[in-house]
């Protein structure tokens, strides 16, 4: 009786679900503040890593054409002049060749 009662556990939970995607939840991809990062040539990946999670960005695209990433700096908009400050600032980081802000 006890098999049978695991049994039927094990298999509610396998057919209750339906098809889930691994992936985390995510802000739309057109919500924020972005800039677009070019790395410097001698970043490894763990550098970037390191880079992303240090200044709490995403990558919100890319890579693209000429091996530029969208990168979301805030959740929300930012007025014109903290956005400047801020890239000023990831600027200063030896993992970025390239940094500008988007519309």
Not at 19 to 48: H, K, N, W
Not at 60 to 72: F, H, I, N, T
Request: glycine share 10%.
């Amino acid at each position: 009786m006890q098999a049978g009662l695991i049994a039927g556990i094990v298999l509610k939970e396998k057919s209750a679900g339906g098809y889930e995607t691994a992936s985390a939840p995510s802000t739309d991809p057109g919500v924020g503040a972005f800039t677009l990062i070019r790395f410097a040539p001698q970043a490894s990946s763990d550098d970037i890593t390191k880079f992303l999670e240090a200044n709490k960005l995403q990558v919100a695209a890319g890579p693209m054409s000429g091996g530029l990433y969208k990168v979301r700096v805030a959740v929300t908009g930012l007025p014109k002049a903290e956005l400047a400050r801020i890239v000023k600032k990831l600027q200063e980081d030896k993992v970025v060749g390239f940094i500008a802000t988007t519309e």
